[in-house]
């Protein structure tokens, strides 16, 4: 577990996870809007499960909008050929410009944030910075990108989920936006349960196991049967630092 400086409680300094369960105590709901010029692509993700239930218990609210709406001339068109030369387009400043500033009259956004490959890496500890945040405003990229100028102007972080080229940024805004909505205090059943997940204390998760005890010759280990809990618990620290040292051993040595 990695501490991290700032919040301090008393003479007591707070590690995140700890600082997440108690910031949790606090918060209310949170918005985000998603600027697309493909919402289709956008709907589905959030319409079911986990993010669903979180949005109809008033947790969370996603608002998807379509860029086109701001398009210029009769075609609404939103992109343009490059400066200088070059293959694909470019989204074009104006309706980038005036959709973010009809939405900044209405909020004030923590972040906004353009989804990009040359963003930085996307990691739990961003999802968990992310989830304490009240309004989030997300931009998709789509064709070469966005111009240079509302980055500079409006953007104030960048994130990619990877290192590969997605065809736009709603998918990459999806695993973002699931991945910060299920940490919003009251979205899961158990409302310390997400912070059991692989990557919490930068170690991947231990197997688990459900019924039947035994499966075609293969049984659960016996430990996980024998009712005694602080056992239970040292061995899946042990079996999560042995899984990621074989597979991930990059996160022990942050
Ligand atoms: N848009 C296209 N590819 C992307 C990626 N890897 N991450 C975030 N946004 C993207």
């Known amino acids: 577990m990695v501490p991290l400086g700032g919040l301090e409680i008393g003479q007591q300094k707070l590690s995140e996870k700890e600082k997440m369960v108690s ?3 606090n918060k209310s709901s949170m918005r985000i809007d998603i600027i697309s010029v493909m919402p289709e692509l ?3 993700p959030f319409e ?3 993010m669903k239930r979180a949005q109809d218990k008033g947790l969370l609210e996603v608002v998807v909008h379509n860029l ?3 398009g210029l001339g009769k075609h609404k068109q939103v992109d343009d050929y490059q ?3 070059g293959a694909g387009m470019v989204m074009m400043c104006e309706p980038l410009a005036n959709c973010i500033d009809d939405l900044i009259k209405e909020r004030t956004y923590d972040e906004i944030i353009f989804l990009t490959p040359d963003g930085e890496r996307y990691r739990q500890s961003i999802a968990n ?3 304490l945040k009240d309004n989030l405003l997300f931009i998709c990229g789509h064709y070469k990108g966005i111009d240079e100028r509302i980055r500079e102007q409006y953007v104030t972080r960048e994130i990619s989920i ?4 997605l065809s736009g940024g709603e998918l990459a805004a999806a695993v973002v936006v699931d991945s910060i909505g299920r940490l919003l205090p009251g979205v899961l059943g158990d409302e310390q349960s997400a912070l059991t997940d692989s990557f919490q204390d930068d170690l991947l998760a231990p197997p688990v196991y ?3 005890a035994s499966f075609r010759g293969q049984d659960v280990p016996e430990i996980l049967l024998s009712g005694n809990t602080p056992k239970i618990e040292d061995w899946r620290y042990e079996q999560a630092l042995a899984r990621t040292q074989a597979r991930r051993p990059d996160l022990l040595e942050g």
């Not at 990877?162 to 080229?165: A, H, S």
């Open 42 to 44: 956008l709907h589905s």
């Open 48 to 50: 079911h499960s986990i």
């Open 23 to 25: 910031f949790a105590k």
């Open 83 to 85: 400066f200088g030369g």
């Open 129 to 131: 910075q992310l989830s």
């Open 210 to 212: 459900t019924r039947p």
């Open 162 to 165: 990877g290192d590969y080229v």
């Open 68 to 70: 086109r709406d701001y």
